[in-house]
């Protein structure tokens, strides 16, 4: 028997069906998948941090564009 080679679940599903997944799972009373409010505490750092970054390649782009002194 040979196998096929491994394909993430993030690589093979859309976001909105990895989201699908995640509400089946809750509905279900699986114990490894986070209510969203303790997702939300769990990554809150995370979350900030990849705010932050849009928020200054946002600002970089607008000083980019004002004219120079």
């Known amino acids: ?31 490894k998948i986070l209510s969203k409010s303790e997702w939300y505490d769990k990554n809150r750092v995370r979350l900030l ?7 200054e390649a946002n600002q970089n782009q607008v000083l980019a564009k004002s004219p120079s002194k």
Do not use: C, H, W
């Open 49 to 55: 941090e990849e705010r932050i970054v849009k928020l």
């Open 1 to 31: 028997m040979t196998q096929g080679t491994f394909e993430s679940y993030m690589d093979t599903k859309s976001p909105d069906q990895r989201r699908q997944y995640v509400e089946e799972q809750r509905a279900l009373g699986n114990p």
